[in-house]
């Protein structure tokens, strides 16, 4: 068996990546390196492509005996796909279809796709479950939204059965630093925090600190990019075992606060963030946490990493990365 990871080169993806290959796995990677990166993949087989290029999925699923595919290749800026929502549904809806559909032509009949619990929007309740409705309020969440649906679909008309996977917020790097995240290319909280922590940016600006909370910010549920790794390991192996298409939280089901990041932060790594604070962030729920009983009743899947290692491997790796991976 071999799996097709699209925007492995990325940063989940990367992680996803050195897990299967860690785990036994023939792994190819299929990323454009827009946004990726090569050294990412340490010496994993890499293939330069669009996934809207219908001729190069079909030739790579021949050549490979591609049998399963993990799906991470899209654009992920909340605020970009306000201004720009032209290039996110090109990219990672209609990208997505000729995907799909190529995969379908060429045989494969197994994707883990990496969506976002971004689909619900700001949440009625929280915990959230999977069964809660789904409103997603921005460019980038609707994407997810549709690429989920199209799968629903081609699972129904072509058996092309499929694990959305429904990230909470990412956090954290490897272990040993070899691999990392990208903060030039995001603006999600940990990354920033590292990076005003570190004096390679302005200081922090906290969005809002009147929010009904226990210290009056944000709540999120931060997941170890290693735990999302390993999602998408047993999320193949559910596939795997001939079972039917579903979406999947994919959150530690503990709500943080942006003040507890920094806390952690400063602890961990013995320096003052310099942060600010701001007004609240237009289309920022207030709460947001994962119930995460169905991944692991259907995956067996939990979260085994604590904010203190997001912290510490996000510490670890910007600190010894200043610059990312050098070009
Ligand atoms: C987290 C918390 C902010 C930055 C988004 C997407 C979601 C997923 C993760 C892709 C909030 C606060 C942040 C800052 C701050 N992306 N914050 N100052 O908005 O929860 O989720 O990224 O899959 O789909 O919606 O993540 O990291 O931007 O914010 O105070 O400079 O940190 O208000 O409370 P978010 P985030």
Not at 273 to 300: C, H, I, K, N
Request: charged share 20%; proline share 4%.
């Amino acid at each position: 068996m071999t799996t097709l990871v699209t925007g492995g080169a990325g940063y989940i993806g990367s992680h996803t990546v050195r897990q299967l290959v860690n785990a036994g796995r023939d792994v190819v990677v299929f990323d454009s390196l827009e946004l990726g990166h090569r050294e990412a993949l340490l010496g994993a087989e890499l293939v330069v492509g669009n996934i809207a290029n219908q001729d190069l999925i079909a030739s790579v699923c021949k050549k490979y005996g591609i049998t399963e595919v993990i799906h991470f290749a899209a654009y992920k800026s909340v605020g970009e796909s306000m201004s720009n929502p032209g290039r996110y549904f090109s990219n990672n809806v209609t990208g997505s279809m000729l995907l799909v559909e190529a995969l379908t032509h060429a045989g494969v009949d197994k994707i883990v796709f990496s969506s976002s619990a971004s689909v619900y929007g700001t949440p009625a309740e929280v915990p959230v479950r999977e069964d809660a409705p789904l409103h997603p309020e921005s460019v980038y969440a609707e994407t997810k939204y549709m690429t989920e649906r199209m799968l629903h679909w081609f699972s129904e008309t072509h058996g092309m059965r499929s694990v959305s996977l429904r990230y909470f917020n990412a956090a954290g790097d490897s272990f040993d630093s070899l691999i990392g995240e990208d903060w030039s290319v995001t603006t999600n909280l940990v990354p920033v925090v590292m990076k005003a922590t570190l004096g390679k940016r302005d200081a922090l600006e906290v969005f809002g600190n009147d929010y009904p909370t226990r210290d009056g910010t944000g709540i999120r549920d931060y997941i170890h990019v290693v735990d999302l790794a390993d999602a998408h390991v047993k999320a193949l192996d559910y596939l795997a075992e001939g079972k039917p298409t579903i979406a999947c939280n994919v959150g530690t089901g503990t709500g943080t606060t942006v003040l507890e990041v920094i806390q952690a932060t400063e602890r961990i790594s013995g320096r003052k963030v310099p942060y600010v604070m701001s007004p609240r962030r237009a289309g920022d729920p207030v709460e947001v946490y994962a119930d995460p009983a169905f991944a692991a009743q259907t995956l067996g899947w939990k979260a085994q990493f604590s904010l203190d290692d997001i912290i510490s491997t996000a510490w670890q790796w910007h600190s010894t990365h200043i610059d990312g991976y050098t070009k």
